[in-house]
């Protein structure tokens, strides 16, 4: 079973198109992240929602607008696409657990996007 | 201006030996940190983990290692196994966790296991 799952795996598209990208996780997670991974392999947070509010919100264009429609998913969608925009995207979720209040976080495998 | 640094992009090292990963954070919040490895074509998957409580952390062949005066730490793979062939990343991130956490990675490390 898939725990993470994201489409497309890969999306090449124009500049100036609007693409979204979508984020599934079965694990029972309260909370979901997007990371964007750069030319220089820097995975850097973007994004994070914990039952469907927005905790995190980085510096990202306002381009990018997370959706979470449940606690299960969060979508990504992106405005105007710019050639700085290709990079691998990472979708995780996380619950936060134990006396300690450990949390790890589970990725999806990527979405693969090209900006031409 | 990077916070958690892996200063050696790759690592080759002979199967059965051991592998050394390191990892430098310069923000001294940092209280919590994991290691994350990733093969191509799929996302990161968790590996072991250790909070600043701790100096130590085992799970089978791998051993975080925490040196908080110093910010370092270091990840021991023994015996070193060709399926350890990978990238991989370290993360930090300050507590308390409440809601999700922001962690922040370093570049990664490519470790290369010959057999």
């Known amino acids: 079973d898939t725990a993470v799952s994201q489409t497309p795996k890969y999306l090449v598209t124009q500049m100036g198109n609007d693409k979204s990208i979508k984020c599934e996780q079965n694990?029972?997670?309260?909370?979901m992240y997007w990371y964007k991974q750069d030319s220089k392999k820097f995975l850097k947070i973007m994004f994070s929602?914990?039952?469907?509010?927005?905790?995190i919100n980085e510096t990202v264009p306002n381009r990018f607008s997370p959706k979470s429609p449940d606690k299960a998913h969060l979508n990504l969608h992106i405005n105007s696409l710019e050639l700085g925009d290709s990079a691998v995207y990472f979708c995780?979720?996380?619950?936060?657990?134990?006396?300690?209040?450990?949390?790890?976080?589970?990725f999806g495998p990527g979405t693969r996007l090209t900006v031409l | 201006d990077q916070q958690v640094k892996q200063n050696s992009p790759s690592l080759s090292v002979q199967e059965g030996r051991i592998s050394i990963l390191n990892c430098d954070y310069t923000?001294?919040?940092?209280?919590?940190f994991l290691w994350y490895k990733k093969y191509p074509a799929e996302g990161p998957t968790f590996l072991i983990s250790?909070?600043?409580?701790?100096d130590k952390n085992e799970d089978g062949r791998f051993t975080v290692f925490l040196n908080k005066s110093a910010k370092h730490l270091s990840l021991h793979i023994v015996p070193s196994q060709p399926g350890d062939s990978a990238v991989y990343f370290c993360?930090?991130?300050?507590?308390?966790?409440?809601?999700?956490?922001?962690?922040?990675f370093g570049p990664g490390t490519r470790l290369s296991v010959l057999p």
């Open positions: 995780a979720s996380s619950q936060v657990r134990g006396r300690d209040k450990t949390d790890t976080q589970y």
């Open positions: 694990l029972g997670h309260d909370t």
């Open positions: 929602y914990n039952n469907k509010e927005l905790i």
């Open positions: 923000n001294s919040m940092f209280d919590y």
């Open positions: 250790i909070s600043s409580i701790k």
């Open positions: 993360a930090a991130s300050k507590g308390p966790f409440k809601n999700g956490q922001n962690f922040v």
